[in-house]
């Protein structure tokens, strides 16, 4: 991605590019970007063709990449879904590339593609292929920071943690949560550009997921009553108990971990690489440490032992259950 930066900024371009991978909003962007960085925003009309898909003709695809410039120096032909592509037709637009005139740029783009293909090796040769991968959740929330500043938007660290761990890391997504919560915001704070966990608990409260980020956070914070009313909202979109379950043991689990780890002096980075999690988890971890000492950390164990149980053999609702666990974790509760 940086090289294509470069080649934007120095206003030299290679014959070809393939931006390719999983990060599509990343991707996408750069390949529209490049396109308005060779031809002149006027010109784009003459010297701009866009391709979409297996659909497209391969014959006027190749008749686009061979045109001349109108008005301009260069023409760009943009090409979308390449992995849609028969590789018949890759091969046909690989055979274009090696007799194409210096006066065009091509831009293809795909979510995958075989580095062992014709086409891949031609445009490794004469041009670039640059992978966009998908981000870590440190990097999507880093990401996601710079680009809430873009916009002079002013968004809480945990609202933004809390979007990337409800979401995700796909960065359309991520997007679409931030507009979604400035919508949100606006109207309840008079377009103050201001973006909080209350306004992006507002606009993704209805899926399950984010019910049960709610539940294992008030186990971690001991609340009992935050606890108890994310539990609720978790069944009531039907999410499978020993999934709960699962989640509950995975959260004690991080807090005993990082409770013995804690006195080591260690980096949250650090923390974070021990505990396999990333780093504003691993951070979080070790605040909710503070409220459970190492003998209430391994009763809870026992406890849900028990809830397992239960839950696979006794005759008692799962809810129940499961309440009474959440109960007995939050046991000391300052709420």
């Not at 784009?44 to 898909?53: I, K, M």
């Not at 061979?66 to 120096?73: G, I, L, N, R």
Request: hydrophobic share 45%; net charge positive.
């Amino acid at each position: 991605m940086g090289v294509i930066t470069s080649d934007i900024r120095r206003g030299e371009f290679k014959p070809v590019y393939l931006l390719y991978g999983e990060e599509g909003f990343l991707r996408d962007a750069k390949a529209r970007e490049l396109v308005e960085a060779v031809v002149d925003k006027d010109l784009l009309d003459f010297n701009c063709t866009v391709f979409r898909g297996s659909e497209s003709d391969i014959s006027s695809i190749g008749s686009a990449i061979m045109a001349p410039p109108v008005f301009s120096t260069r023409r760009v032909v943009l090409i979308w879904d390449l992995d849609s592509f028969s590789e018949d037709n890759r091969k046909s637009i690989s055979a274009a590339l090696n007799r194409m005139p210096d006066t065009t740029v091509v831009v293809l783009v795909a979510s995958t593609i075989d580095k062992r293909t014709v086409l891949f090796k031609t445009v490794s040769k004469k041009g670039r292929a640059v992978l966009f991968r998908r981000l870590y959740p440190n990097q999507a929330l880093g990401w996601l920071s710079g680009y809430t500043r873009s916009k002079k938007i002013i968004m809480d660290r945990a609202a933004g943690e809390y979007l990337v761990t409800v979401l995700g890391t796909d960065l359309a997504q991520l997007v679409a949560g931030v507009e979604k919560a400035y919508d949100y915001a606006g109207i309840a704070l008079d377009c103050e550009k201001r973006i909080t966990m209350e306004h992006v608990r507002g606009v993704v409260r209805g899926a399950p997921e984010c019910g049960i980020f709610d539940l294992v956070d008030a186990i971690g914070e001991r609340n009992a009553k935050k606890a108890i009313s994310s539990l609720n909202q978790v069944l009531v979109f039907q999410e499978a108990p020993l999934r709960i379950l699962y989640l509950i043991a995975r959260q004690v689990r991080l807090i005993l971990k990082a409770k013995v780890i804690r006195d080591r002096k260690m980096s949250s980075r650090q923390v974070a690489g021990s505990l396999g999690v990333h780093e504003f988890v691993a951070r979080k971890c070790l605040a909710q440490a503070d409220n459970f000492s190492l003998e209430e950390l391994e009763n809870a164990f026992d406890a849900m032992v028990k809830a397992d149980i239960g839950l696979k053999t006794s005759g008692s609702p799962d809810q129940v259950i499961l309440e009474r666990l959440t109960l007995y974790l939050c046991k000391g509760s300052r709420s």
